[in-house]
């Protein structure tokens, strides 16, 4: 049973992939962005090792992962793999090492404190710890991410620690089915955006869009979309 799971899953990756890419593709091409300025992370929680390698095998590079430990086993099966590693998930402030350790990016920086024990602990031998800002934008169900109104100081101050750079916002809205509200949601991220460029701050990463909502965000001008089911199937519960 495992083993024909096995053998099937790389099969369905390909093609989940493949259809992905497509509707990428055709939202740059139907709002009017760039071909190619909307890149894909592959959403890896809780899917096996294997899905991971079938995903590698379609020349897919970036991986975003939710929880740390999960992170680390698979970061050490892959070693040799050349994976550009995301942490997607919610950060406590003390559970900041390994994000710091062993990743490429953090989506989801919405303190400062937690932005300031990230430059402490990114181990100097490696790139600067590419980062965005979460916010709650208006009608985002989790209490995660920054209010707007207080986004600008934490920017602001996040920008000028010496081992992150930051490269932009991140959001993680309410699922709602309804295009205009999905949108509603991104246009405010993409104008929040829009203001701290205003300031001086060089951003140049919007990481909006889910595997239900990705059209809505690529219209408002997402440059990152992270997708796991449309990529991967279904996600094995959790066995916690
Ligand atoms: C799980 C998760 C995703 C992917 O969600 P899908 O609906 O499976 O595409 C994207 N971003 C974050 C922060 C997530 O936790």
Same mark, same amino acid.
């Given at each position: 049973?495992?083993?024909?799971?096995?053998?099937?899953?790389?099969?369905?990756?390909?093609? +989940?992939?493949?259809?992905?890419?497509?509707?990428?593709?055709?939202?740059?091409?139907?709002?009017?962005?760039?071909? /190619?300025?909307?890149?894909?992370?592959?959403?890896?929680?809780?899917?096996?090792?294997?899905?991971?390698?079938?995903?590698?095998?379609?020349?897919?590079?970036?991986? /975003?992962?939710?929880?740390?430990?999960?992170?680390?086993?698979?970061?050490?099966?892959?070693?040799?793999?050349?994976?550009?590693?995301?942490?997607?998930?919610?950060?406590?402030?003390?559970?900041? +090492?390994?994000?710091?350790? /062993?990743?490429?990016?953090?989506?989801?920086?919405?303190? #400062?404190?937690?932005?300031? +024990?990230?430059?402490?602990?990114?181990?100097?031998?490696?790139?600067?710890?590419?980062?965005?800002?979460?916010?709650?934008?208006?009608?985002?169900?989790?209490?995660?991410?920054?209010?707007?109104?207080?986004?600008?100081?934490?920017?602001?101050?996040?920008?000028? #620690?010496?081992?992150?750079?930051?490269?932009?916002?991140?959001?993680?809205?309410?699922?709602?089915?309804?295009?205009?509200?999905?949108?509603?949601?991104?246009?405010?991220?993409?104008?929040?955006?829009?203001?701290?460029?205003?300031?001086? #701050?060089?951003?140049?990463?919007?990481?909006?869009?889910?595997?239900?909502?990705?059209?809505?965000?690529?219209?408002?001008?997402?440059?990152?979309?992270? #997708? /796991?089911?449309?990529?991967?199937?279904?996600?094995?519960?959790?066995?916690?």
């Amino acid at each position: 049973m495992i083993c024909e799971m096995d053998d099937a899953a790389p099969i369905d990756i390909a093609t +989940r992939l493949a259809t992905v890419r497509e509707r990428i593709r055709r939202a740059e091409q139907e709002y009017g962005r760039e071909p /190619g300025s909307v890149a894909l992370l592959a959403v890896s929680k809780r899917q096996p090792v294997s899905a991971i390698r079938a995903a590698l095998a379609e020349g897919q590079r970036a991986f /975003g992962e939710n929880y740390l430990q999960e992170a680390e086993t698979k970061r050490a099966e892959l070693s040799d793999r050349d994976i550009e590693w995301h942490f997607i998930g919610a950060l406590q402030s003390n559970k900041t +090492r390994p994000a710091a350790e /062993g990743f490429d990016w953090v989506h989801g920086i919405d303190r #400062l404190k937690i932005a300031r +024990r990230l430059s402490e602990q990114r181990p100097a031998g490696l790139a600067p710890l590419q980062c965005c800002i979460q916010v709650n934008v208006s009608g985002e169900a989790s209490k995660s991410g920054v209010e707007p109104e207080a986004l600008p100081e934490l920017a602001h101050a996040v920008a000028a #620690l010496p081992r992150l750079r930051l490269r932009g916002l991140m959001t993680l809205p309410e699922a709602v089915p309804d295009v205009a509200s999905q949108r509603a949601a991104f246009r405010q991220l993409s104008a929040l955006q829009a203001g701290l460029v205003a300031e001086g #701050l060089a951003l140049d990463t919007l990481s909006m869009g889910m595997s239900n909502d990705l059209e809505a965000a690529v219209a408002e001008g997402a440059t990152l979309v992270r #997708l /796991g089911t449309a990529v991967f199937g279904p996600r094995p519960e959790a066995n916690t």
